[in-house]
């Protein structure tokens, strides 16, 4: 089992790069297969979901040539085939394959996704989408299987915001017959990013990153090329810990407006950091003002900064409201914050932090990606030695963090018990 020992309360200085985001390579790989030939991925993070998907595509009988963050996909020979649990379980984003081999095959089997337990985390959204197509959905044991004679566009409205199903109806309906319209779309960056692959390889898709998507039915998509946008929630883990320890410390290849709200909300704690281009220039304050986090939709302040941000609030003077308002269960990581020593009392989704407390290391566990991500935060300012287990969560979506954290450093070290 790997394990992280943190030795905290070390200034970090130096320059931390952004990698590729983990939201959209997992969305742009299952959409690579809509191509008839080949699609070309740069800044590719090397973490596990992409090394899950690269698995699935070669299922598929895609070809993949993988390195220095460079993906080539080969896809003119891709075959319709039933994704397996033992892959599909791996990640949530495997849901993608739903709407892509519908979307190029009009029939797909794929068994139920996995992902992080931060709530009941339904598809129905992406399901009614599916049928608004045209498709037949059913379920089979823990199998989907969806069959199309053909997917027709269709004007589909989301209860909700879904990134998700933002992103798997526009897989499904990039070749439709007519036009889809997609009313109260996600209008996260990835989104945008997906959009922009699909349009270099031939489809008509506009309005993606706005509430309103249209895309009007191609019959064939050629080859593709994108940028993997960088990772916004990676970029602003960083700046947090830099907000908690950084000195001179550079946050390097980040696109400012994706982190707007997190960096809004610094600004107001009394964070000051200098932003040139696309890095950021952090050192940490001496004391933090208390505030209040509510998580919401983007341009929102992002669901997955909630749990990294909660530890800083146990450094501000005074009461903070840390509210989740996108997942039923995103608090796993309070219990070992609080066994660390800081003042939270959890009312369902709403967190009361009362600062400043000093934490003191501890053996935590990882319950979640971004939970773990936290855990490595309080273990990062904590005095003393704090273990993490369950790191495997933490390595799916965050590339090289123990080499990034030791290049300006800190105290990190991973151990396999
Ligand atoms: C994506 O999840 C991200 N994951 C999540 O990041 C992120 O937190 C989320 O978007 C919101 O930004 C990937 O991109 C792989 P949603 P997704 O559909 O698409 C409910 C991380 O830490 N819902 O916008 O699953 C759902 O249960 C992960 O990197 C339905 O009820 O998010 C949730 O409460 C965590 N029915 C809310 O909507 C549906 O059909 C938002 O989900 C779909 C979603």
Known sequence: MKKLI????????????????????????????????????YNVPNISDTLALIDIIKLLNGKVEYENETMKIDTSQIENKVVPENLS?????????MGAL????????IYFPGGCNIGSRPIDFHINGFKKLGAEVTIEGNKYIFKA???????????????GATINIMLAAVKAEGTTYISNAAKEPEIVNIASLLNNMGAKISGAGTSEIKIEGVNHLHSGVIDVIPDRIEAGTYTIIGALLGKNLKISG????????????????????????????????????????????????????????SVLLTQADGMSIFEETIYENRMGHIKYLQKMGANIRVNDRTAII???????????VATDLRAGAAMVIAGL??????????????LRGYEN????????GADIKTIEE
């Open 6 to 41: 943190i030795n905290g309360q070390h200034e970090l200085t130096g320059e931390i790069k952004i990698s590729g985001a983990k939201n959209s390579v997992v969305a742009l790989i299952p959409a690579a297969i809509l191509s008839d030939d080949n699609v070309t991925l």
């Open 89 to 97: 379980k791996k990640l949530r984003a495997s849901y993608y394959f």
């Open 102 to 109: 519908l979307g190029k095959f009009h029939y797909a089997e």
């Open 149 to 163: 004679n053909k997917l027709k566009g269709a004007r589909i409205y989301l209860d909700f915001a879904s990134v």
């Open 254 to 309: 980040i696109i400012e407006e994706h982190i707007d709200a997190l960096l809004s909300k610094l600004k107001e704690m009394g964070v000051d950091m200098i932003i040139d281009d696309n890095d950021i220039i952090i050192n940490h304050p001496k004391e933090y003002k208390p505030i209040n986090v509510k998580t919401l939709v983007f341009p929102g302040f992002a669901t997955d900064l909630g749990q990294p941000m």
């Open 354 to 364: 009362i600062g400043k407390t000093p934490l003191k290391g501890e053996e935590v």
């Open 381 to 394: 300012i904590a005095k003393g030695t704090t273990t993490v287990n369950e790191i495997d969560h933490i």
């Open 401 to 408: 963090i123990v080499e990034k954290l030791q290049n300006v």
